[in-house]
T-cell receptor
């Protein structure tokens, strides 16, 4: 079955560490996205990519970085510059305006 | 800019009650409209969608009708179950890609047995 796989499901980060969240899709979707969700809150767009080797900042890109070397993959790095990284991170993909397909999320906690 | 407004939650209902979650939107173009559901600890799942005026999206007993004249896409279900407890997000999309995909803040629904 086609879908989006996010890994790991839970991730713990020490202060000052960079961590990378994985997002892989086999839906042949062109566009991919990263959202952050804080407890009881809605979704905030971090980065998105419409095509391989191209990506754009969303509303809260500071302290994050991404790459899009392959159509199937859109990893998100949470850098030490992100001062409050504890959140639930959601990856999504889409093809035109058929709506988003979401992954199951990664919960990142700073320890 | 484009925006989506949803009724404030949480919404608490008894099992078999009728559900309405209001959603209104503002868009510069002609949007497609969506409802997503998020169960605890999971990602969002597409519940239903409508792409043009007067279209009715339906799935799992949930329905929503695209009302262009009132710029609304209210979610309804005739008889809710405990398993419907989740957060519901209304969203719109204008254009080909998600840079114009806007989510509402979400409405938490709790259904009591």
């Amino acid at each position: 079955d086609g879908g989006i796989t996010q890994s790991p499901k839970y991730l713990f980060r020490k202060e000052g560490q960079n961590v990378t969240l994985s997002c892989e899709q086999n839906l042949n979707h062109d566009a991919m996205y990263w959202y952050r969700q804080d407890p009881g809150q809605g979704l905030r767009l971090i980065y998105y990519s419409q095509i391989v080797n191209d990506f754009q900042k969303g509303d809260i890109a500071e302290g994050y970085s991404v790459s899009r070397e392959k159509k199937e993959s859109f990893p998100l790095t949470v850098t030490s510059a992100q001062k409050n990284p504890t959140a639930f991170y959601l990856c999504a993909s889409s093809m035109q305006d058929y709506g988003y397909t979401f992954g199951s999320g990664t919960r990142l906690t700073v320890v | 800019g484009d925006s989506v407004t949803q009724m404030e939650g949480p919404v608490t209902l008894s099992e078999e009650a009728f559900l309405t979650i209001n959603c209104t939107y503002t868009a510069t173009g002609y949007p497609s409209l969506f409802w997503y559901v998020q169960y605890p600890g999971e990602g969002l799942q597409l519940l239903l969608k409508a792409t043009k005026a007067d279209d009715k999206g339906s799935n799992k007993g949930f329905e929503a009708t695209y009302r262009k004249e009132t710029t609304s896409f209210h979610l309804e279900k005739g008889s809710v179950q405990v398993s419907d407890s989740a957060v519901y997000f209304c969203a719109l999309s204008v254009g080909n890609y998600g840079q114009n995909f806007v989510f509402g803040p979400g409405t938490r629904l709790s259904v009591l047995p």
